[in-house]
């Protein structure tokens, strides 16, 4: 079965500073892995997702994350937070072709970013 | 402009009634999701159908049920038997239920039982 843990349900930084949101995951083969954002009262939105081409995967917003299989960890960073970066972040797992968890999304609890001015 | 629509955003019904939840998509995707969110425990997927006609239970499906007689058009029943249904609903689809396939979200109904 397929899992993902979001270290921290709650990050706070100040404007300007490097946002750092962690996300690690359980899978029984290599997974397809995504960051989704949430604003209050809305739906979610992609942020950038990992398909094995690269291991560094740039997305929306200035956001980024690194793939490492050894850590199975898929962390979300971006260098300088900005206001408008507050909401809620979803890291999410889908088990590729073969796994029993193949084509479902499974998401972690999420984490709630803060940004002071 | 392409994209999911769910409807109302905000519902709200007493205690031992049905309500349906509707959600619509014109991006000629075949996979549609429902998913439940509550506060701290990200989303649980309820119901997703793969093709018209065909749908399967995710993890917490006890207490609901759906249709898909369109393609663009999957609505989900909260019915009486769900014990705790205050909760945000969201509707997802995606082209294939392949693993790499993007989910796209609608924005959401609030559910409030009263």
């Known amino acids: 079965a397929q899992s993902v843990t979001q270290l921290g349900s709650h990050v706070s930084v100040s404007e300007g500073a490097l946002v750092l949101l962690r996300c690690n995951y359980s899978s029984s083969v290599p997974p397809y892995l995504f960051w989704y954002v949430q604003y209050p009262n809305q739906g979610l939105q992609l942020l950038l997702k990992y398909t094995s081409a690269a291991t560094l995967v740039k997305g929306i917003n200035g956001f980024e994350a690194e793939f490492k299989k050894s850590e199975t960890s898929f962390h979300l960073t971006k260098p300088s937070a900005h206001m408008s970066d507050a909401a809620e972040y979803f890291c999410a797992v889908s088990a590729r072709a073969g796994g029993t968890s193949y084509g479902k999304l499974t998401f972690g609890q999420g984490t709630i970013l803060t940004v002071h001015p | 402009d392409g994209g999911i629509t769910q409807s109302p955003k905000y519902l709200f019904r007493k205690e031992g009634q049905n309500v349906t939840l509707s959600c619509e998509q014109n991006l000629n995707h075949d996979a549609m999701y429902w998913y439940r969110q509550d506060p701290g425990q990200g989303l649980r997927l309820i119901y997703y159908s793969q093709i018209v006609n065909d749908f399967q239970k995710g993890d917490i499906a006890e207490g609901y049920s759906v249709s898909r007689e369109k393609k663009e058009s999957f609505p989900l029943t909260v019915t009486s038997a769900q014990k705790n249904p205050t909760a945000f609903y969201l509707c997802?689809?995606?082209?294939?239920?392949?693993?790499?396939?993007?989910?796209?979200f609608g924005p959401g109904t609030r559910l409030t039982v009263l």
């Open positions: 997802a689809s995606s082209m294939g239920t392949g693993g790499v396939d993007t989910q796209y």
